[in-house]
Antibody
Framework: EVQLVESGGGLVQPGGSLRLSCAAS????????MTWVRQAPGKGLEWVSL????????YYADSVKGRFIVSRDNSRATFYLQMSSLRPEDTAGYYC??????????????WGQGTLVTVSS | SSELTQPPSVSVSPGQTSTITCSGH??????VFWYQQKPGQSPVLVIY???KRPSGIPERFSGSNSGNTATLTISGTQPFDEADYYC?????????FGGGTKLTVL
């Protein structure tokens, strides 16, 4: 059974940094893309970033490009999102999800429970 | 990146067929995926690659995609199908989600 457990969320001041982690189990982690999707309170889903299987490639939403960095440690089956220069509009629940691939199209077939990030002074 | 447009809400009576649309430029040329999210829960993939169901998803859920519109259809809608539904596509180097549709089963 696929399990994804996010951690690292919390309250941070504007301009601050935070690193989210996603611990994976139940599948061959290194073989799959992993993604972060966020959801502001009461709002819809917003894709944030994706890292391909093994060690890349990486993709980012325009709203986070240059501020967020996605990475993975296949030896630990863990996936990360380093967030810097945080803004109040980054406040959201952040989900990690396992990527599926059909052709050159990514989708998200298993999701974690999410971790809440609040950016406020 | 491209945009995907969904109706904000759809209402149906139990047992009826629910139809949720997702519109985008030449969407029929891309694969579309559908996610169900119930209040306080994480999203769940219900349709992938336009019309395929993951294991464990009831046959009542089906999908289609042609032209500029993809459609999620739920036959014999049940009260527990009440949820937010999101479509998703991949646009060259980014994932795009629709704004979501709240399905209400009256």
């Amino acid at each position: 059974e696929v399990q994804l457990v996010e951690s690292g969320g919390g309250l941070v001041q504007p301009g601050g940094s935070l690193r989210l982690s996603c611990a994976a189990s139940g599948f061959t982690f290194s073989s799959y893309a992993m993604t972060w999707v966020r959801q502001a309170p009461g709002k819809g889903l917003e894709w944030v970033s994706l890292i391909g299987g093994s060690s890349g490639p990486t993709y980012y939403a325009d709203s986070v490009k240059g501020r967020f960095i996605v990475s993975r440690d296949n030896s630990r089956a863990t996936f990360y999102l380093q967030m810097s220069s945080l803004r109040p509009e980054d406040t959201a629940g952040y989900y990690c999800a396992k990527g599926g691939l059909v052709g050159s199209t990514y989708y998200f077939d298993s999701w974690g429970q999410g971790t809440l990030v609040t950016v406020s002074s | 990146s491209s945009e995907l447009t969904q109706p904000p809400s759809v209402s149906v009576s139990p047992g009826q067929t629910s139809t949720i649309t997702c519109s985008g430029h030449k969407l029929g040329n891309k694969y579309v995926f559908w996610y169900q999210q119930k209040p306080g829960q994480s999203p769940v993939l219900v349709i992938y690659q336009d019309n395929k169901r993951p294991s464990g998803i009831p046959e009542r859920f089906s999908g289609s995609n042609s032209g500029n519109t993809a459609t999620l259809t739920i036959s014999g809608t049940q009260p527990f199908d009440e949820a937010d539904y999101y479509c998703q596509a991949w646009d060259i180097s980014a994932a795009v989600f629709g704004g979501g549709t709240k399905l209400t089963v009256l």
